[in-house]
């Protein structure tokens, strides 16, 4: 079955600019979509297919997605962004990371 | 703006059958597709399946053995049943809209189900 690496954690000071990759066999040939889980909520979506922002998302966040890793990013981190993020994709059926924590410090 | 929520029982009995469902407000059942999606305590999402076209369905291979979804148009509902749990089945179940490609773009608020005697 297919698999998605996450790092476990990743750490910004606040202002900086965060990445947070996902890793894939191939997986530039597939979309790539990204949520942000903040502790007792829902998942909200930050960007679907490798790039896009849905409405209401900041243009902080973006993604990119080349050979067989997928970038979020995140420029000028804010407090407000420390959060869970996932990655998601399909293959056959759908896939997900296994999320990384950003701590903003 | 598309809304939706989970209602079910919080408390199963282990080998019983867990069975949850989604009302959908702001939209068509009949259109998108709709999954359910899962988050034991403190770990990941685990992607359960979806059903979509009023029927047709989609599971996660680990679990198609003990998934049913399926819809209720008229109360523009879809529903979870997953047979034979097990305290590895406690978790949050959420479930979720499609957008028009491979993401989910609405989610409902989630609801905890704790296998236990």
């Known amino acids: 079955s297919y698999e998605l690496t996450q790092p476990p954690s990743v750490s910004v000071s606040p202002g900086q600019t965060a990445s947070i990759t996902c890793s894939g066999d191939?997986?530039?040939?597939?979309?790539v979509c990204w949520y942000q889980q903040k502790s007792g909520q829902s998942p909200v979506l930050v960007i679907y297919?490798?790039?896009k922002r849905p409405s209401g998302i900041p243009e902080r966040f973006s993604g990119s997605n080349s050979g067989n890793t997928a970038t979020l990013t995140i420029s000028g981190t804010q407090a407000m962004d420390e959060a869970d993020y996932y990655c998601?994709?399909?293959?056959?059926?759908?896939?997900f990371g296994g999320g990384t924590k950003l701590t903003v410090l | 703006q598309v809304q939706l929520q989970e209602s079910g029982p919080g408390l199963v009995k282990p080998s019983e059958t867990l069975s949850l469902t989604c009302t959908v407000s702001?939209?068509?059942?009949?259109?998108?597709?709709w999954s359910w999606i899962r988050q034991p305590p403190g770990k990941g999402l685990e992607w359960i399946g979806y059903?979509?076209?009023?029927?047709?369905?989609n599971y996660n291979p680990s679990l198609k053995s003990r998934v049913t979804i399926s819809v209720d148009t008229s109360n523009n509902q879809f529903s979870l049943k997953l047979t034979s749990v097990t305290a590895a089945d406690t978790a949050v179940y959420y479930c979720?809209?499609?957008?028009?490609?491979?993401?989910?773009?609405?989610w409902g608020q989630g609801t905890l189900v704790t296998v236990s005697s």
């Open positions: 979720a809209k499609h957008g028009v490609s491979v993401h989910f773009d609405y």
């Open positions: 191939n997986l530039a040939k597939k979309y």
């Open positions: 297919q490798d790039t």
């Open positions: 998601q994709a399909w293959d056959s059926s759908v896939v």
């Open positions: 702001g939209g068509s059942i009949s259109t998108h597709y």
């Open positions: 059903v979509y076209n009023g029927g047709t369905t």
